[in-house]
């Protein structure tokens, strides 16, 4: 296989990590996170600066970007997801240029608008494979378990959930740390398989684009997540020349699924053996 | 004392600006209950349209304001005739609506970006730029205009929500949406209305800010500004989203005169933050909780 196919492949990974939190957050959960870059960034420069500074190894510096990135989100949701309201979307939007700002400015420890070079290139695709195939484990296992049902709960009716006793901001906030130990997950391998970090990789056009990855696929289902991520992960690399209109017709997507279809492409349906197995019985009996 | 006065003076004019736009995202808010992320698209066309008209029509300052706020307007009916009356009529969730408006946001600020291009733009000049003196204080004499026309339009559109008859019944209809039907008013209506007034006011206090800084496709980045602003007054409330810009105008100025302009909008979110904690309902506003 050509090293671009594995590049591709890689990036796949990495952003399958970050749309996987978001599904949980955005989609069972019901939580809009607008500033998911923010977290990725916070993996990122952490990881960075402690392999190239420090001398920290690979393993403990991505470990090290996602217990930050959990810190953060404790900050900014201990505040706002007791509140009814919008508070949490425009907290977590504020919080992604909040870290723009501070890793432009503090220019002694993240190298400012120009970045940190020259990252040892650790991620590897079986690492990156192997990480994200974990993490899909992991995140199908809690949509499954009592937590999970817990936060479909929240989503569908939080004051019914409450009700029965489900402490609705524990569940929120979980959720919410699960979703930044991912995507500052992402944000470390980003960082060290790309090479290189600046601001400007982890702006809110990156927020948007793995946004756009949970609702295309379909909020309700992780197999939707996946396949709109490998998808809009590979076509925008295939298709090059187009890369001006993408972000156009991204946009345009997106009020298309809201309009029409807005369980996105594949509903809440999963790609189970059991699942496979009923769709495959029912087209015999028609 | 002087800096002290001048940079109040700054605060407020900058802060009338984040008002406008914070009014009309209260609008939308608190009439449909979602954050309305087009309202920068919206806001940012408005600008551009102010732009072009002074540039390409050689028109007058005030006729290119008019065709800004208008056009803002329209493009504020357009975007909800066409991304979330769909959704509304079928009382879907909240959600969706937030999903489309952030849609309907990327869609305008990258059609700008491959249509007209991404660069920073400058207004002409369209007023003096020679500073009043009173005494041995200089004012800004921009920072006095844009102050004067936010508030013009801001005590117009107090008159229209609060003096007039459809003023009653956008309230009536942010209230309660399902009852003001039952009386006989339009909620479509009603929010195409409220659609136009917050486009208006957004394009309005694009072209200000235009006029003080530039103008580029992602200005619409400011509508942040006016999202702190209406939580620090108060989620929905529309004295507080003006109240919470002008503290927020006043804050910033100062962080950036007296401690660091890098770090200027650090204080904004600080200021939201602690907002949060201390008085979750924001400064005029109350904090609303689920009924069964």
């Given at each position: 296989m050509s090293q671009y196919y594995v590049g591709i492949l890689i990036l796949i990974c990495i952003n399958l990590l970050a749309v996987l939190g978001l599904s949980l957050m955005t989609?069972?959960?019901g939580l809009f996170n607008f500033g998911q870059a923010g977290f990725l960034s916070v993996g990122a420069y952490t990881a960075a600066i402690l392999t190239t500074?420090?001398?920290?190894?690979f393993i403990p510096a991505l470990f090290a970007g996602m217990i930050v990135s959990v810190i953060a989100s404790f900050f900014i949701g201990y505040?706002?997801?007791?509140?009814?309201?919008?508070y949490f979307a425009i907290a977590t939007l504020g919080f992604s240029e909040v870290v723009r700002l501070l890793v432009e400015n503090l220019e002694k420890i993240t190298g400012g608008s120009r970045g940190i070079p020259r990252?040892?290139?650790?991620?590897s695709l079986p690492f990156a494979l192997g990480a994200s195939a974990i993490a899909l484990w992991l995140v199908a296992n809690y949509v499954r378990s009592r937590h999970g049902r817990s936060c479909v709960a929240i989503r569908e009716d939080e004051l019914a959930a409450e009700s029965i006793g489900i402490d609705s901001f524990r569940y929120k906030q979980i959720v919410f740390a699960i979703n930044a130990a991912l995507a500052g997950l992402s944000g470390g391998l980003l960082a060290h398989y790309v090479g290189f970090i600046q601001p400007s990789m982890f702006s809110i056009i990156k927020s948007t684009e793995l946004i756009v990855m949970v609702i295309f696929g379909g909020m309700h289902s992780l197999t939707g997540a996946d396949f709109s991520a490998i998808v809009l992960t590979s076509l925008p690399e295939l298709l090059r020349t187009a890369q001006a209109w993408r972000l156009v017709a991204y946009g345009v997507l997106v009020v298309l699924i809201m309009v029409a279809r807005p369980e996105g492409l594949m509903g809440s349906w999963e790609l189970t053996p059991a699942n496979v197995k009923a769709l495959f019985t029912k087209k015999r009996e028609e | 004392m002087n800096t002290i006065l001048q940079q109040v003076i700054n605060g407020v004019s900058i802060g009338s600006v984040y008002a406008l736009i914070a009014v009309g995202y209260s609008l939308v808010y608190s009439v449909l209950k979602f954050s309305n992320f087009a309202h920068a698209g919206v806001l940012m066309v408005g600008s551009y349209l102010g732009f072009f008209a002074l540039t390409l029509l050689n028109v007058p300052f005030w006729v290119a304001l008019f065709l800004a706020i208008v056009g803002a307007g329209i493009l504020g009916i357009v975007n909800e005739r066409l991304a979330y009356r769909p959704i509304r009529i079928r009382d879907a969730p909240l959600l969706y609506l937030m999903i489309s408006s952030l849609g309907a946001s990327i869609f305008l600020e990258n059609f700008i970006i491959v249509t007209i291009g991404p660069t920073f733009r400058t207004y002409p000049d369209v007023f003096p730029i020679a500073p009043f003196r009173v005494g041995d204080l200089s004012i800004g004499r921009l920072d006095i205009i844009i102050f004067v026309i936010a508030a013009i339009s801001m005590a117009l559109l107090t008159w229209i929500i609060y003096g007039t008859q459809m003023g009653n019944a956008i309230r009536a209809t942010s209230y309660n949406m399902r009852v003001a039907s039952l009386m006989g008013i339009n909620p479509d209506l009603v929010v195409a209305i409220v659609f136009f007034l917050a486009g208006a006011s957004g394009g309005l206090g694009g072209v200000l800010f235009g006029i003080k800084y530039t103008v580029w496709p992602?200005?619409?980045?400011?509508t942040l500004k006016a999202f702190i602003a209406a939580v620090v007054g108060g989620l929905g409330s529309l004295p507080g989203a003006v109240l919470g810009a002008m503290v927020l105008g006043v804050t910033e100025t100062f962080a950036a005169a007296f401690v660091s302009s890098a770090f200027r909008d650090l204080f904004s979110y600080a200021l939201m933050i602690i907002i949060i904690l201390?008085?979750?309902?924001?400064?005029?506003g109350t904090v609303t909780g689920d009924k069964a």
């Open positions: 989609g069972f959960t500074q420090y001398e920290v190894p505040p706002t997801l007791r509140l009814k309201g919008d990252i040892q290139t650790y991620t | 992602g200005m619409g980045i400011l201390v008085r979750p309902g924001g400064l005029m």
